[in-house]
């Protein structure tokens, strides 16, 4: 498998999490590489120009859980901030303002406005694209991307008038890498809706104060050509095909961590699901093998494990950290999710073989699942593991409408639902054992935390306020604020996004077992 097909991927999922149509930074990073090449930019330009362009929103749905909170469906309000040029501080307001609490009576949207005011909000707001740019420069640090490339993804959200983020870098102080793919991202956006025209007009709406003039220009005097095709049923394999390099492929141990890492960005959209994928890997993995699976199968269902769930962020947070009952539409959305991650992984050759198993998680033997309603011998065996691996670690995780169940409460449930036809006996007991026969040791100290630090992180991660985690652990309120600068400081952080990655990827999000409790209790 080569890194182009897993960015892609990445790239399509970016897409979901935007709000936007798939392929979107597909065909932006098309349209950077075809005016990176009208610059005659060199070997090592094009490649950071390439890279940026598949990576550069990947991050966007890290803190959905903040903005979802602000302004209801987040994934609305990325899709229409492509439509504005933030060219001063009235259109900052006004956006905000069009979007807070959206679809709250208009006292709920006033109480909003004096909510954001009084908490210091708007500092978050103006957090949330640094916040951004740091998650992608961490995957892309894990990944194995250069510097000239990070360089790049760091200027992702500059403006050329200097009212951009994270620096405030403004005209030939941002690279051109990254102007190229800012320019790129917007007109791809109007091309789509009004063609060539409108991609031309926002252009030089924005020259000078979003985007550099000369390559407005550049772009305007050619756009034809450098739009041509783009309405094609894929750009993939032309995307896929102008990797810079030698396209050497991934090797095994590469492709496991480099899923790794995608299953903790996947999980980071809500502090209910975070080490929900990794968690599930390590259960479905095991199981298949105890089930007597292939040890190529058994690979082959951890993997499929990890990326389950690509397809949630493609559903906004309003829904999935809802603390009611969802209406019939949203529950519709969430019934999407398997598909839009079988849809994602389908676009590479490499990857679809996962996303074969990945649609199957919430099927059901009896055909009360979705997203198909399949029965029967048309759920793979690997599959069955998979959704038996997915019920177990979702029943032990909270939720915004439950708390979690302990590890014999989750047994039982799983053991009623192989009762009543819907998973399978086989593919339980083996998640059961894989779940109930590996004692977990005390954890090393990780990034210097205490004991009492990682527990505070774990609440953090979660989602809880200071005043929240303050009464589960009792302590005061401003013990509670010093472990949560404390460990700000020793990770590097400065927000709960940050902080809430870091947990994921170093198993930090589980409590400690209970040393007392019988291994096989489950």
Known sequence: MRLAE???????????????????????????LRMADRLGLDEGAREATYYTGLLA????????????????????????ARLVDFSNTAADVAFVLRHLAAGRPMVGRARAALGMVATGAMKDIDAILETHWRAVDGLSASLGMNDDVRKSIEQTFERWDGR???????????????RLVNLADVVEVYHRAGGPEAACAVARERSGTQFDPELVELFCADAGDLLRDLDAVTTWDRVIEAEPGLAVPLADADLDAALEAIADFTDVKSPYTLGHSRGV???????????????????????????????????SNAIWDKEGELSVVEAERVRMHPYLTERTL???????????????HHERLDGSGYPRGLKGEALLPTGRVLAAADVYRAKIEPRPHRTPASPAEAASILRAEVRAGRLDGDAVEAVL????HRPRQRRDAVAGLTQREI????????????????????????????HVEHIYTKLGVNNRALASLFAAKHGLVDPEPDPAQPAGLA
């Open 281 to 315: 890997a390590d259960l479905a993995g095991d199981g298949a093998s105890t089930v007597g699976l292939s040890a190529a199968d058994a690979t082959a269902t951890r993997r499929a494990a990890l990326v389950h769930d690509l397809g949630r962020l493609g559903v």
């Open 455 to 482: 527990e505070v992180l774990r609440l953090l991660a979660r989602g809880l306020s200071t005043k929240q985690i303050a009464h589960q652990l009792r302590i005061s309120r401003k013990t509670a604020a010093n």
């Open 6 to 32: 897993l960015l892609g991927v990445l790239s399509l999922v970016s897409d979901l999490g935007l709000g936007l149509p798939m392929e979107h930074a597909l065909r932006q990073c098309l349209i950077a």
């Open 57 to 80: 929103w990947v991050g966007c749905h890290v803190d959905a859980y903040e903005q979802a909170k602000w302004f209801g469906d987040e994934l609305a309000v990325k899709a229409e």
């Open 164 to 178: 951009g983020s994270p620096h405030g870098a403004k005209g030939d102080d941002i690279r051109m890498t990254a």
């Open 433 to 436: 054992r894989a779940a109930g």
């Open 346 to 360: 389908a676009s590479s050759p490499a990857l679809a073989p996962l996303g074969a198993i990945a649609v199957q």
